[in-house]
């Protein structure tokens, strides 16, 4: 990341009714981000980002101006979200254009007095992922004919230090009420996990790098639902068999919903890599009942951003995080290529504006 820089650009002006300009003061900084500054999305979206790209798109700050039609801020109000519109041409399929509300608008909550505006930005993003693929993988448990959700259930999270494994690993035990939670961190950060997270929060923890095989430690058919945050596909060996469930953030969409979201922008081969990819996951959970869905986390669902919002005001969720401050360049690249790599940071990592 060592072409990230800091540009002065004017304040911008309220230009809508509906519009309101805030003060940010910390802004997350996560691996999508990374990956377009690096380039490594231009094969799939070709000229569609253009320099310079503003990085991070979930922040909290102080809201300064509102325009005549916001009626749920005022001047001075703390809030928090994601400015989650991009530059670039989607054409979504009509039917998602409600449901899917990229590039249409931001969402912003009042920052609850539980975190700080750097736990805030931390959080929002992660949080949304996670309460929308818990609640599908509950969905997905009932289907199996499971009545009595996660409450009891042993659980698994790879990567309990990550920046969206942290949240999970939280979400399942202090909120869905999750009986025994397993995750998986490297060895530099086995001492850390007791500092970083709250208290009680993974029931048995498992160091990979010592341990590259799950089901050596993990006894298989003991594990009823995986929240897969990493690409691995291990934890199946673990897996309940008849009733299990998974809901990944880090599989591939169908090819199908990609065209339906993001319209005619994406290569036929990355298409079709993605049907492709189906098909393995099916191979892989060949001789069993397991269900799988996969989730990428849809802040356009009012709803669930509200309800989000209402986890947080709980301070049942304290994100764990690396801060460091814009105007240390040299530190904000160093930590982005971390992030970038996903390898050797510790939770998500958030810029300190101001």
């Not at 300064?64 to 703390?78: L, S």
């Amino acid at each position: 990341m060592s072409g990230l820089e800091i540009l002065d650009v004017p304040v911008p002006d309220i230009q809508d009714p509906k519009q309101m300009l805030i003060k940010m003061h910390a802004a997350g900084f996560a691996t999508g981000d990374a990956n377009i500054i690096a380039g490594k999305m231009k094969t799939l979206v070709g000229d569609n980002f253009k320099f310079p790209l503003r990085a991070g798109i979930t922040g909290s700050g102080t809201v300064v101006k509102v325009g005549k039609g916001v009626t749920a801020f005022k001047p001075g109000d703390a809030v928090y979200g994601m400015a989650f519109s991009r530059p670039l041409k989607f054409n979504p399929h009509p039917g998602y254009a409600s449901e899917y509300a990229i590039g249409r608008e931001d969402l912003f909550l009042l920052k609850p007095a539980a975190l700080s505006f750097e736990a805030a930005a931390a959080a929002f993003g992660a949080t949304v992922t996670a309460y929308q693929s818990l609640e599908l993988g509950l969905r997905l448990l009932r289907e199996q004919g499971v009545q009595d959700g996660l409450e009891g259930k042993t659980v698994f999270v790879p990567g309990a230090l990550s920046a969206t494994g942290n949240i999970g690993v939280q979400m399942l035990k202090h909120v869905y009420g999750a009986g025994r939670v397993i995750s998986t961190v490297s060895t530099a950060k086995m001492p850390l996990v007791r500092d970083r997270l709250p208290p009680g929060t993974v029931d048995e923890l498992i160091d990979y790098q010592k341990t590259p095989r799950l089901a050596d430690v993990v006894t298989p058919g003991s594990v009823d639902f995986t929240y897969g945050t990493q690409w691995t596909l291990e934890y199946i060996k673990v897996m309940e068999k008849r009733r299990g469930v998974i809901v990944s953030i880090a599989a591939l969409f169908p090819a199908q919903l990609f065209r339906e979201v993001l319209g005619d922008i994406l290569p036929f081969w990355f298409l079709w890599v993605a049907s492709l990819a189906q098909l393995y996951y099916r191979w892989r959970l060949r001789g069993t009942s397991i269900k799988m869905g996969i989730v990428s986390g849809n802040p356009g669902v009012r709803e669930d951003v509200e309800r989000v919002g209402e986890i947080l005001a709980t301070g049942k969720i304290q994100p764990v995080m690396t801060v460091v401050e814009m105007e240390d360049i040299e530190a904000v690249r160093e930590a982005a290529d971390k992030v970038q790599k996903i390898k050797g940071g510790i939770g998500g990592l958030v810029i300190k504006i101001a």
